[in-house]
């Protein structure tokens, strides 16, 4: 959680020289950088893995989880970090949502209820940004640097 929390803050000042997506490209190739040496562990395990299970941690990697790092580093760069990082607390509404449409599974009563409590606090959390001078309202975006 420690570098979840130092993530964000410490990605705006590579946002302000790079684009989002060599920021994502950056931060994914240090965290796999840093499984590495656990690799030895379950290394036959890997050599075993079909097709299937390989194509599903590539799926994985690059569809939900670089397409993330994209967002949140675009986010980061064009808004205040409080602002941006306050976002994450719609992901589980939006990934009930898909679930619903993606699959036609009804929410439990319990994934509902979390859903709209991590919605309000995003919401808490944007009421209370846009309080602040120097808002996300009265913010520019700010022009690609070249």
């Known amino acids: 959680m420690i570098v979840q929390g130092v993530y964000h803050p410490l990605s705006r000042g590579l946002l302000r020289r790079r684009s989002a997506i060599e920021e994502a490209i950056y931060a994914m190739v ?14 036959t395990q890997l050599i075993l893995a079909s097709g299937s299970a390989w194509l599903g941690a590539v799926y994985r990697g690059l569809l939900p989880s670089a397409l993330g790092f994209v967002l949140s580093g675009y986010a980061v760069a064009r808004m205040p970090v409080v602002a941006s990082t306050s976002l ?15 699959s036609a599974r009804f929410p439990l009563p319990s994934e509902l209820l979390g859903a709209s409590r991590s919605s309000s606090e995003s919401q808490r959390s944007a009421r209370a940004t846009e309080s602040r001078p120097g808002s ?3 913010a520019s975006p700010r022009p690609p640097q070249t």
């Open 30 to 43: 240090a965290g796999t950088i840093m499984t590495l040496p656990i690799a030895p562990v379950d290394w």
């Open 88 to 102: 994450l607390y719609r992901v589980p509404a939006v990934g009930g949502l898909i679930s619903f449409c993606g």
């Open 136 to 138: 996300l309202r009265n």
